[in-house]
């Protein structure tokens, strides 16, 4: 029996013991954020007010407050079990980053107490040296600052042995550069409400004050035994699997989806969910996805900056809960060759702060011009912009989904249903029509009610999709952070309502009719975006040439599809809108190009000695065993001790040619992907990243095939990494 089979008899799911039930969420949802309602409990009337007026009007609290906000802070974090205190934030690897400090002050006469001060929590200054800036400064050049983002609420972190307050903030260099991913999130919806306020404005809402976009990221994720995990180098390393053949049942039943989840997985779900709920993180629907050992975990939606940092949190909640499960939370892209990956569907939409849902069209959307408006805006952002929703979701990782046949291709289109896209061909010629009302679908029992149809359909091969009453971007990949896909959405839209409303307002200067200017602005700005529209199959052939035909960007490369970046009209972009500033932007695509090189640098030597290391031995032991009984074989057929067609003998050689072919082509890739490697370092970025794209990649792919073959054909007992079938079948 070989050390993977022992390991797969051990495999079973923790005890985890009856808890008590049930437990209501609304008695304990938020308990560990210091949340507004604990804020009024604590805090004087007067520094209540001044937070809350920083909060929805900007204007900054004095230190006195913030010393009173602090203290406060610091009492409840103690009467939770914290010790220490950590400024939170999203840096640009992707991950979230704590520096911790504890509360310990020695005062005068000694003696060691608990302080927290206003200046503390306002501003952190953690060496910045160790984190990318792509440029911003020079290693040496180590200030940076953590400021306090008192739009999202601090809360605590758990673990076995302790407690910390995590107090969300931004972090920028010296010279005031973003140098994470949320700070460009919070400026895009400065921008989202700054244009979203004049639109609305010429529709006589004069009392808006604030608008922001919302977001719920429906969050997909694989889980498998730790056991397995541990025994691959590539899961470890990598994050996915670099070798391993197909099981031959996969998810081609169709079996998974929404299937019934196991109690294994319903444990960890129960797990995962709690620790949500004390942090006030919502999730809500869970179920499983298409491919087997496959989940998703959605939340309702919040305000976007919240949503993204609720989003961090969940994903490292998932990471932690599955580890005491003895399971192991996959949140890569593609962990699994042959099978779905995992994305994360960013459902995005605007609010006002009356909690009026922008995007929401209402039961008669052909007579709801501010809906038809601010929808053809989006529709104008993402065709203008295609290029940079692209760029804000490249990575490694996702490069294994997009433009790879079963999730959304590299080419973004907008899908809007059967009713919107009438209605947006009715507007292109400047005539609305009344339609149709929904109709009602009749289940023909009368038992069961009838039901409205909704206005759209669904069409999940879309990449940007109108479902219901807001769009859902589904190219962002599963480890992603949303912050920069949403800042890149929000922008562009920004950018597209001010260009109406600038339409608007010179066409008002000819007509006083108002229906009749929004008609004309709209006409123009569809007949200039229409190629954007796509109503079909977008993992089609046939789309693929369409889209070249209508000019779309289609780029399944990383590298390429980072350069979007910095080209000019997207420099110019984000500095209209203050989100990015050249330099930023610069920064972002030299940290991003870099860790896709990185990412595929640890991948191609990961793989090498797995291959190296646990492959080829194991082959060359089972082609010595194969050649040995041949040759007996061969002296048994000659001595007449046994009788054999020729095709038997003949059999066998071809079973031993094939295993000699097998190894000898992994080696001589391997070769040549270890020559590539060394190339790599004679090369700037972007030819380093070009070629890792179009030759490193090719080649770890022919290994891949060739290591598969061997597993299909080599004794199971030699075979000494985890199976497709076993890590996705069993728990
Ligand atoms: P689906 O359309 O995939 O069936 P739901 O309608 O249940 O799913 O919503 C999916 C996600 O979209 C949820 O996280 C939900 O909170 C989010 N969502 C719903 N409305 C909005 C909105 N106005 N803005 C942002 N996200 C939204
Ligand atoms: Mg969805």
């Known amino acids: 029996m070989s050390s993977r089979n022992e390991v797969t008899q051990m495999i079973e799911p923790i005890v985890v013991g009856k808890v008590e039930l049930p437990k209501k969420v609304s008695s304990y949802f938020g308990e560990n954020t210091f949340s507004e309602m604990i804020m009024q409990k604590m805090l004087s009337e007067r520094t209540f007010k001044a937070f809350k007026k920083w909060q929805e009007e900007g204007e900054v609290i004095s230190m006195a407050e913030a010393d009173e906000i602090a203290h406060c802070m610091k009492e409840w974090a103690i009467s939770k079990g914290a010790c220490s205190y950590t400024h939170w934030f999203h840096p640009m690897t992707g991950l979230t980053a704590e520096k911790h400090d504890s509360f310990i002050n020695i005062g005068t006469t000694g003696i060691v107490m608990e302080k927290f001060t206003g200046s503390k929590l306002i501003q952190g200054e953690p060496d910045a040296s160790s984190f990318p800036s792509g440029g911003i400064r020079a290693t040496f050049e180590a200030r940076g600052y953590t400021a306090w983002d008192p739009s999202s609420p601090a809360f605590i972190k758990e673990v076995d042995k302790g407690k910390t307050l995590c107090i969300p903030t931004i972090f920028v260099s010296y010279n005031g550069e973003a140098l994470d991913k949320k700070l460009p999130l919070l400026r895009s919806d400065a921008a989202i409400c700054k244009a979203a306020i004049e639109l609305l404005k010429l529709f006589g809402h004069t009392d808006v004050k604030q608008v922001y976009s919302t977001c719920g990221p429906e969050q997909e994720y694989f889980l498998i035994d730790e056991a397995y995990y541990r025994m691959r180098n590539d899961l470890l390393l990598a994050g996915r699997t670099l070798i391993g053949a197909s099981s031959p049942k996969g998810q081609q039943l169709e079996d998974q989806y929404f299937g019934s989840i196991k109690d294994r997985v319903l444990n960890y779900m129960h797990d995962v969910a709690e620790e949500a709920y004390r942090l006030g993180i919502p999730v809500t629907t869970r179920h499983n996805e298409v491919a087997p050992h496959q989940f998703e975990f959605a939340p309702i939606f919040e305000r976007a900056n919240l949503a993204a940092d609720h989003n961090q949190l969940l994903m490292d909640i998932m990471k932690r809960v599955a580890h005491r499960h003895r399971l192991v939370c996959l949140l890569h892209e593609k962990p699994f060759a042959g099978v779905n990956g995992s994305g994360k569907h960013l459902n995005w939409s605007m609010s006002d702060d009356k909690g009026n849902n922008l995007l929401n069209p ?44 079963e999730a959304p291709p590299a080419i973004v289109s907008v899908f809007l249903g059967e009713q919107l896209s ?57 480890s992603m952070n949303i912050s920069t896909p949403i800042a ?14 600038e339409r608007i307002k010179a066409e008002q200067a000819s007509t006083s009719n108002f229906r009749e200017a929004v008609l004309k602005v709209l006409s123009g700005l569809v007949k200039e975006s229409k190629a954007i529209l ?87 032991e089972y082609q010595a065993e194969i050649a040995g009984g041949l040759e007996i074989l061969k002296d048994l057929v000659d001595s007449k001790a046994v009788e054999l067609v020729d095709e038997a003998i003949e059999d066998r050689k071809q079973l031993l040619a094939g295993l000699t072919a097998d190894i000898f082509y992994i080696r001589k890739n391997l070769k040549q992907m270890e020559e590539l490697l060394k190339k790599a370092d004679t090369l700037d970025p972007e030819a380093k990243a070009a070629m890792y794209y179009s030759e490193l990649k090719p080649h770890m792919l022919h290994i891949r095939r060739h290591v598969d073959a061997l597993e299909s054909v080599m004794p199971d007992s030699m075979w000494v990494l985890p199976k497709y079938r076993e890590m996705l079948f069993i728990s």
């Open 362 to 405: 209402g039961d008669t959307p052909e007579e709801n011009l501010q809906f038809l408006t601010i929808l053809t805006a989006v529709i104008h952002a993402v065709y203008t912009h295609a290029d940079l929703l692209l760029a804000s979701v490249a990575s490694a990782g996702n490069e294994h989904r997009l433009g790879a046949n």
């Open 422 to 478: 009438k209605i947006i061909s009715m507007l292109e010629n400047g005539k609305i029509e009344k339609g149709h009302r929904q109709n009602l679908i009749d289940l023909g029992v009368k038992l069961l009610p009838k039901f409205l149809r909704d206005s759209t359909d669904r069409n999940r091969t879309s990449p940007f999709a109108f479902t219901g009453a807001k769009f859902e971007f589904r190219a962002v990949g599963s």
């Open 488 to 501: 890149v959405i929000n922008t562009a839209v920004a950018d597209s309502l001010s260009i109406v409303v």
């Open 534 to 620: 796509f109503e079909g199959n977008n993992y089609s052939e046939e789309w693929v040439k369409e889209a070249q035909k209508r000019g779309l960007p289609n780029e399944a490369s990383t590298a390429e599809a980072l350069k979007a970046f910095i080209k000019p009209k997207s420099i110019d972009l984000f500095e209209r809108h203050g989100v990015f500033t050249k330099v930023e932007l610069h920064a972002r695509y030299n940290i991003w190009l870099e860790i896709y090189e990185k990412v595929l640098d640890i991948e191609a030597k990961a793989l090498a000695e797995m291959v190296r290391t646990q492959v080829i031995p194991a082959a060359i």
